[in-house]
C-alpha cells in the first residue's frame, strides 16, 4: 500500500476511492466542503493518503456505511432509509472523519446524550352523535390536551407550543401535571414526541354518554397516552 502526501492541486476534480473495499467515485469538491473534517485535510494535501494496488485513494474504513457519508456532504442533511438500524455505528464512522454536522444530526437522531423519560398525554373531549343516535359522528372537541412529566422533557418536546402559565414556578429538574398545550391538535403532539424519540408504550380511555337538552346525545370520554423515551 502506497501512502502519499500531495498539495490540493495536485487531486483530480474527480475523486475514485476504495473505502474498506467499497468503490466510491465523487468530485473533489464535495469531499473537501468540510475543511475542519478530516477528508477535508485528505484531500487539500493536510493528510497523508494510502493508494491501493490501482491507484485508488484508499481509506481502511466500512465502505457500506461510507455513502451515507457521502450522502450528508452533498445534501448538506441526514437521509437515512426509515428502517436503517446501524445509526451507532455511522455516528462512529463520521466522530472518525470528524464531520461535525453529521455528528450532531446522529446524536439527535440516536437520543445519544439524551434525557430519558416518560411524558403523558391525556384530554377529555366530546363526540356528538346525530338524531337518530347511531354512528354518524359529526365531530371530535377536545377541550384541552394535558401534558404530565419531567418539565425538561416536556419544554423540549412541546417547547413554545406549552403553556406554563398555570405552573411558572417549577424548575427544570422537577415533574408537573399542571402543562397543557396551546392548541387542540393531538395529532401535531403525537408528531412533536415522534420527532424527539418517544414511543407510545400505553393508553387507556373510558366514557360515558347522556342526553342533553337538546335532542341530539352526546358521549364525553377521557383518554390518556402514555410516551417513553429509552
Known amino acids: 500500500m502506497q501512502v502519499n502526501q500531495v498539495s490540493s492541486e495536485q487531486f483530480p476534480s474527480i475523486i475514485d476511492l476504495n473505502v474498506g473495499g467499497q468503490l ?15 477528508l477535508g485535510a485528505m484531500f487539500s494535501g493536510r493528510q497523508r493518503i494510502a493508494r491501493d494496488a490501482r491507484g485508488r485513494y484508499f481509506i481502511d474504513r466500512d465502505g457500506a456505511l461510507f455513502r451515507y457519508v ?18 451507532e455505528r455511522l ?29 403523558s398525554l391525556s384530554y377529555r373531549g366530546t363526540y356528538a352523535f346525530g338524531r337518530d343516535g347511531l354512528a354518524d359522528v359529526k365531530f371530535r372537541k377536545i377541550h384541552r390536551i394535558l401534558v404530565c412529566g419531567n418539565v ?57 354518554g347522556h342526553d342533553g337538552e337538546s335532542d341530539e346525545t352526546k358521549w364525553n370520554h377521557f383518554i390518556e397516552y402514555i410516551f417513553q423515551r429509552k
Open 24 to 38: 466510491y467515485t465523487t468530485s473533489l469538491s464535495i469531499l473537501v466542503k468540510d475543511p475542519k473534517s478530516l
Open 70 to 87: 457521502l450522502d450528508y456532504l452533498r445534501n448538506s442533511k441526514l437521509c437515512l432509509p426509515e428502517e436503517f438500524i446501524e445509526r
Open 91 to 119: 455516528l462512529c464512522e463520521a466522530e472518525y472523519y470528524k464531520i461535525e454536522g453529521l455528528i450532531e444530526a446522529l446524536r439527535e437522531k440516536t437520543n445519544i446524550g439524551r434525557q430519558k423519560g416518560i411524558l
Open 152 to 208: 425538561t422533557l416536556t419544554r423540549e418536546v412541546f417547547e413554545d407550543t406549552l403553556n406554563e402559565t398555570r405552573d411558572p414556578d417549577r424548575s427544570d429538574n422537577s415533574y408537573s401535571s399542571r402543562f397543557y398545550l396551546k392548541h387542540g391538535h393531538l395529532e401535531k403532539a403525537f408528531d412533536l414526541l415522534a420527532e424527539k424519540g418517544f414511543d407510545l408504550i400505553a393508553s387507556h380511555a373510558g366514557g360515558a
